[in-house]
Each structure stands twice: as structure tokens, then as C-alpha cells.
């Protein structure tokens, strides 16, 4: 019989100090980092609070034409010394990216609590309810899991109520059936030893009606709510507080005197003095009368500054110190707003235009002295335009317009592992990263990375025209074209990669492959980068891979277009690209998508009425459907054609036609069951291409692009069902081709001659 092991002392001691080494460790091998950085992405709904000549901003989004963009980045604006600075924390463990969360200072901490990440297309919300302490002296991130917090929700409201203390009120939560306003109210206390404890605070009497987005300020332990948007989605104007610390909480509501302030939502508060508040912008509605007996329901933007004296319950519009109103920020809601030793500061927020959403991310700040506010400019206006999501029966009014326009990719910012349920499990190593990135790298990185003929071909151009020259590398990835820059003698590489996770990653091979010196990765979308990032340097060359199973479906040539003519390059690796389409027929590829009358046949029954849902109007993609053309007998029914040419280092976007037709060449009878598009890459003076045509580069350039194809049929047909085209040669045939308006995708159409 062997021995029984000893159990220890005390397990909870061991556990604490088993995690303390482990999180020494992971500091270790991640410690903080603060780096100046010389502007920061347009932004709302970002957490934002001020202390020690420090305003911090936590996160937000950004609405980039149709898609929304979620941050994660932890940035403070240095007051004296008036610059951005981004923290990089110690350590793996961080909150996912998010907006609509809430943030303040106790106790020489940063506390964050929930918000929500908004899926790329704008549409799927997931609400978040975790509790993290930022400590500002060491620089590293905790989740709180030992104190009661709310439920999951965004569009809260936190504040300070000592040194000590905080509280978190109202909210909602949109589970996309039901929506639930809240309008509770939480204590959370932290005490010296980062002890964090919480408590519903339960009030006799009335309570505010339940709301999001509205303000809340604090004197001492009495907390003001002002406004925001109720459960039936209207603007509110009313008062209420309550002093926290009475033996008997009791929320009173205050009668006050608007003087003209109408109720709005996406209006912003903060306190300024101990009684004194300053709200600024959001948004109004009214009706206008049409003159057809009918009115229009019309949104009034705002810029006006307002102050209220609680004392006095009393709000006041304070104009401007300017003569001529010039120097204001633009109309917006949902900006950020703190106030630092007697000054206000205004932060990016949302600005809506005749073409949809823009994004704000200009900086003021705001003094007010005698009834008067005068505005400084911190950061010039920098903005980004989302797209048009207005009602067609409203229409927005506002005072003076910011614009810009900027494009960017997307994805998905939550936790690995994010909604796992036991008993599944989940690789520790993995929740250390976004799903997006996981998801990413797996799908494309790997097979792209591993393609030799892919990367012999990059090779072959970068030699050519990179040694003693300094390069671009736009779309970075994991950096391997930045490394072959490098290695094939650039002076001077510069890469951008919108994904932070993969710009560490490709640092991070840089290191290792000993190139720091004169390479890195800047986690930032290619209009963004300018001449600054490269030291002064003139930029030479730009290598790119924005490809997919299109030529133009990563919107390569806008991308390019852009920053060759903004930083004057006079090199592009590679330089040029076509688009072929070709008519094939395909048994197999028939069987995938549609219906098989002969399967039918075989089971005595009539399936046929099935293909009333096919879909011959848009792209299908080959690895999105899990098949390889490569492996799909297929015969080709005409000569490849050369639809879309393009050379990366002279076109622009506007030089690609969106509608054209070309004759087809039939080299077989048959019918046609889709339209393969495949696409080639040149370098100059180089007759080998990149090419995506079916077998070309194995599997793993199946795995990274593959094709698109177009199922076909005679699309002004009455039947209906789809009707198929025949072919032959000698037969005059036209293929019909239209790009959408951002070259992203396309259409074909065949036609005949019968």
C-alpha cells in the first residue's frame, strides 16, 4: 500500500499564492507598456473619466460604412503635456472590446463595468455584466468575480461617490425579443486592500422610471439622474435624487427649471464643481408642419452648452465666449465627457448626415467662467462616415458638419471561448485571444503562409525592387511579407494590420527574426498611416495581399489607390491583376446546388419544385461551401475571359467599368451551370502569376481563396423555375458583367443567340 499524499496546510493559501506566481509570470513575459501615439480612432460610446491631468478612454466603436467597429484599446489623453498615450497592460487578461460601458477612478484604480459588443453588421448585440479593476500602479487588468454586480446590460451610468465607492444605475438589455430598461441602483465599495464588495441600494418610495443613457452625477454621497431614454424609446427631462448614504435611501424627484433645455437623449453631463453641472449636445425631435395637413417628425442635433445649479435647480444655455460661434464643437450625441481641474472635455461621439453615421474623433475642451464657455481645440476634427440607416419619414437637422471618410475591416472581438457551456472545454492558451483572430488565423493565415509557390512569387517581386528602399505593407496579416521585405534588404519596412492581436503577433516574429530595427507593425487601417510613421523616410514600395476569391473582393485597389497617391509610391508589389470569368458545366456542382431529377427518379418523387429557391442571382464561394474546383470534375465550355484588368500602380477605382459585356469564345457545347471566376497576380516582367485557377497552388490555395461562381440561368425566362442556358460553339454568346459600387462583388449574366 502506497503512501497517502499530504494534503496541505491551507488550500486557499496555496491557490493564492500558486496564482500570484502565475500572474508574476505571465507580467513577467507581458509587462505594460505606455507608448505615445500621435491620434486615436474616431469613437463613441466609449467609456471615459479624468483624474491626476489624466482623462482615460476605454474602448468604444466606430461605424464604418455598413459595419460597426468595436475597440478594446485603453488610451489616456496627458493634459499638460497634450498628447495620447495608449497603455498596453501586464499580463493576458483584458476585457473584450466593447461601447456603451461605463468607467471611474477609486482608490488609484480604473473600474469598467459591462456595455456590449456589437456584432459586425451592426445587427446581433451581446450585453456584458463582468466587473474589471484596472490597477493604475502596476498596469494590469483584474476581473472582479467577488462582488454582486448587475445584470448584463449597456447604456448604465457609473459615478463616484467617494474615495472609495462608486455606483452603477439603469441601463438596458435587448435579448432581440425582448427589451429591458432598468433602474436599479448599485454601491460597490473598494477598500485599500482591492477588496471589492457591492450592494443593491433598496429606496422606499418612488423610483425614476427605468432608462438608459441618461446622466448621473454625484455630490458627495447624494447622486443626481437626469433624462436619458425610457422603455418606450422617448426622450426624458425629469430629476431625481437620493442621498446613498441615509439610513433609508429615498429617491426624490426634483422640480427644476429648464429655461428652454427641451428633453433629448445622447445628451452628456459632468460635474464640474460640487454643485454645479455642464451638459452638452445630444439629440431633440419635433414636428414640422408639411403644408399637406400632415407633419414630419424632424431630429435637432445639438452643440449648445448648458450648466445646471443644483442649489438653485436651476439649467442655463451659457453662449459661447467667441463673437462669431466659430469655435465650438460640431452638433453629436453619445460623445465622451469629464471634466479635470476646473476644465470639461468633449471626446469624439456620433454626428448623423445625409449619407448615414459619422464617427467623431475630435477633442475640446471647455472653460466656463462668467456665463460664458469658451472651446479650445485639442485634436483637429477626424471622423469617419457609417452608412444610412435614417427613416425615410424623419429627417435630421443639425448646425454645423464634420466629415471624412475612412474604411476599415471588422470582426469579432469577444473571448475566445466566449458562451462555451460546460461540459464542453476550451484550450486555456486560446481564451487569451478574440474569436475573430482565432477564427482568422485558422481560416486563412496557415494555408496562405504555407503556399510556396504563393510566397516564391512574392519573393521574386520584392527582390526585385525592395533593397535600400522603404516599404508599405498594407494588410499585414502575421507579417510574412513584411519579414521577406526585410530580409531581402529594405531599409525601412512599415506594416499596418487593423487586428491588434495579429500586429503583436507580427512584432513579435519580427523580434525573433531579428528585425526590429528596421521593421514593425502599426495596428492601424492603411488611410491612417501617414509619413510620420515613417520617421520622415519617403515610402518606396508597397507590397499587398488584399486578395480573396475575387480580385477586387478586399477592395484592393481602393486601398492602394489611396495610399500611393496620398504618399507619393512609385512601386507596387504586385503590380498588376485580371479577373477572368469562364463557362463551365459541372454534374457534380449541379448536384451541390440545386436539385438531381435523376436522385428524384430514383425515389418515385417530384423534388424538381425545390429549385424555385435557387440562387442564380449571387456568389456562391467554393470554401465557404467546403468544395475544391480542383477536385470538381468540370468541363470548360469557353475560353477564359478577361473581365477586370487592373494595374495597382496607375488605376484608381472610378477607372474600373461597373457595367460592361464581353462575346464569349464557346469552345464546347453544353449547358452552362455556373460561371467560374478566377483571378492572376503580376510582378513586373514576370510571366509566372498568382493564379487561382482550379489545381493551381494545391490545397492550400483552395483552402486560403478558392474560387466564386455564379450559377446561371436565362434570368428573363417566365418560368418558374430556373431555366437553363445552352451553348455552342459558333453560337453568339455574351457574357454580362456588373460590379457593385464598391468593386467588392459581382454579377454575370449569359445570353444567347437562339
Request: one cysteine or more.
Amino acid at each position: 500500500m502506497g503512501k497517502k499524499s499530504k494534503k496541505p496546510a491551507n488550500k486557499a493559501d496555496d491557490d493564492d499564492a500558486l496564482l500570484s506566481a502565475y500572474v508574476s509570470a505571465e507580467d513577467d513575459k507581458h509587462k505594460a507598456e505606455v507608448v505615445v501615439v500621435k491620434e486615436v480612432s474616431p469613437r463613441a460610446n466609449a467609456a471615459i473619466t479624468s483624474g491626476a491631468d489624466k482623462m482615460w478612454v476605454l474602448g468604444g466603436e466606430c461605424f464604418v460604412g455598413d459595419e460597426t467597429m468595436n475597440y478594446d484599446d485603453v488610451l489616456y489623453y496627458d493634459i499638460p503635456a497634450g498628447e495620447w498615450n495608449q497603455v498596453k497592460p501586464a499580463g493576458k487578461m483584458a476585457p473584450c472590446a466593447r461601447n456603451g460601458h461605463v468607467c471611474c477612478l477609486v482608490n488609484g484604480a480604473l473600474f469598467m463595468y459591462g456595455g456590449e459588443y456589437t456584432s459586425k453588421n451592426g445587427i446581433d448585440i451581446f450585453h456584458l455584466g463582468d466587473l474589471w479593476r484596472l490597477d493604475l500602479e502596476h498596469l494590469r487588468w483584474n476581473e472582479i468575480t467577488s462582488a454582486k454586480v448587475p445584470s448584463s446590460r449597456s447604456a448604465c451610468r457609473m459615478v463616484a461617490v467617494s474615495e472609495d465607492s462608486f455606483l452603477i444605475f439603469g441601463g438596458y438589455h435587448d435579448n432581440g425579443s425582448k427589451l429591458k430598461k432598468f433602474n436599479d441602483l448599485y454601491h460597490v465599495t473598494s477598500t485599500a486592500e482591492n477588496k471589492t464588495t457591492s450592494r443593491l441600494v433598496k429606496a422606499d418610495g418612488a423610483k425614476p422610471p427605468a432608462r438608459s443613457g441618461c446622466c448621473l452625477g454625484a455630490t458627495g454621497s447624494t447622486a443626481c439622474v437626469y433624462g436619458g431614454t425610457s422603455s418606450s424609446g422617448n426622450a426624458l427631462g425629469d430629476m431625481w435624487v437620493i442621498d446613498t448614504a441615509a439610513a433609508t435611501p429615498v429617491w426624490r424627484e426634483l422640480e427644476f427649471s429648464r429655461n428652454g433645455l427641451t428633453p433629448r437623449s445622447g445628451i452628456v453631463m459632468t460635474m464640474l464643481e460640487a454643485d454645479q453641472a455642464v451638459f452638452f449636445g445630444g439629440l431633440s425631435e419635433t414636428a414640422v408642419d408639411t403644408g399637406k395637413k400632415k407633419k414630419k417628425k424632424v431630429v435637432i442635433q445639438h452643440n449648445d452648452t448648458w450648466t445646471l445649479d443644483l442649489a438653485e435647480r436651476s439649467f442655463k444655455e451659457v453662449q459661447s465666449s467667441d463673437p462669431e460661434d466659430k469655435a465650438r464643437p460640431s452638433p453629436r450625441y453619445s460623445a465622451g465627457i469629464t471634466s479635470c481641474k476646473g476644465a470639461v472635455y468633449v471626446f469624439g461621439g456620433v454626428l448623423e448626415v445625409d449619407k448615414g453615421q459619422t464617427t467623431l474623433g475630435d477633442l475640446w475642451r471647455a472653460t466656463v467662467q462668467k456665463g460664458k464657455v469658451k472651446w479650445t481645440n485639442l485634436m483637429a476634427a477626424n471622423a469617419v462616415l457609417g452608412c444610412d440607416e435614417s427613416d425615410s419619414e424623419s429627417e435630421s437637422v443639425v448646425g454645423s458638419v464634420v466629415s471624412g471618410v475612412d474604411d476599415a475591416q471588422t470582426d469579432d472581438g469577444l473571448p475566445y471561448g466566449y458562451g462555451v457551456e460546460e461540459p464542453l472545454r476550451v484550450c486555456r492558451r486560446l481564451t487569451e485571444y478574440s474569436k475573430g483572430a482565432v477564427g482568422q488565423f485558422n481560416a486563412w493565415h496557415y494555408a496562405m503562409m504555407n503556399d510556396t509557390d504563393r510566397n516564391a512569387f512574392y519573393k521574386r517581386g520584392l527582390a526585385k525592387c525592395v533593397e535600400g528602399k522603404v516599404v508599405f505593407d498594407i494588410g499585414s496579416g502575421a507579417g510574412l511579407l513584411s519579414l521577406l521585405s526585410a530580409k531581402l534588404g529594405a531599409k525601412k519596412v512599415v506594416g499596418c494590420e487593423v487586428r491588434s492581436e495579429l500586429a503583436s503577433l507580427a512584432n513579435d516574429l519580427i523580434s525573433r527574426n531579428d528585425f526590429e530595427k528596421k521593421a514593425g507593425i502599426i495596428s492601424r487601417v492603411s488611410v491612417e498611416i501617414t509619413k510620420d510613421d515613417f520617421e520622415g523616410a519617403q515610402p518606396d514600395v508597397i507590397v499587398h495581399e488584399l486578395f480573396g476569391a475575387l480580385l477586387l473582393g478586399e477592395r484592393s485597389l481602393k486601398f492602394v489607390a489611396e495610399a500611393r497617391d496620398r504618399l507619393g509610391v512609385k512601386h507596387v508589389v504586385p503590380r498588376r491583376g485580371v479577373q477572368y470569368a469562364t463557362l463551365i458545366y459541372s454534374k457534380v456542382l449541379k448536384e451541390i446546388t440545386g436539385i438531381n431529377n435523376e436522385e428524384g427518379d430514383r425515389l418515385g418523387l417530384d423534388l424538381s419544385a425545390c429549385d424555385v429557391l435557387k440562387d442564380t442571382c449571387g456568389l456562391q464561394f467554393t470554401k465557404s461551401m467546403g468544395i475544391d474546383m480542383g477536385a470538381v470534375v468540370h468541363t470548360k465550355l469557353s475560353e477564359r475571359v478577361p473581365i477586370c484588368s487592373v494595374d495597382y500602380l496607375t488605376q484608381k477605382p472610378g477607372d474600373v467599368p461597373v457595367e460592361s459585356e464581353y462575346e464569349v469564345k464557346v469552345t464546347e457545347a453544353g449547358e452552362v451551370t455556373a460561371v467560374l471566376l478566377t483571378w492572376e497576380a503580376f510582378n513586373d516582367d514576370d510571366a509566372v502569376a498568382l493564379s487561382t485557377e482550379p489545381g493551381v497552388g494545391g490545397p492550400q490555395r483552395a483552402a486560403a481563396w478558392g474560387q466564386a461562381y455564379q450559377l446561371i440561368e436565362a434570368i428573363d425566362a417566365s418560368s418558374q423555375l430556373p431555366k437553363p442556358v445552352k451553348v455552342a460553339p459558333g453560337t453568339p454568346t455574351t457574357l454580362f458583367v456588373r460590379y457593385s459600387k464598391d468593386l467588392a462583388t459581382l454579377q454575370c449574366e449569359v445570353a444567347t443567340e437562339e
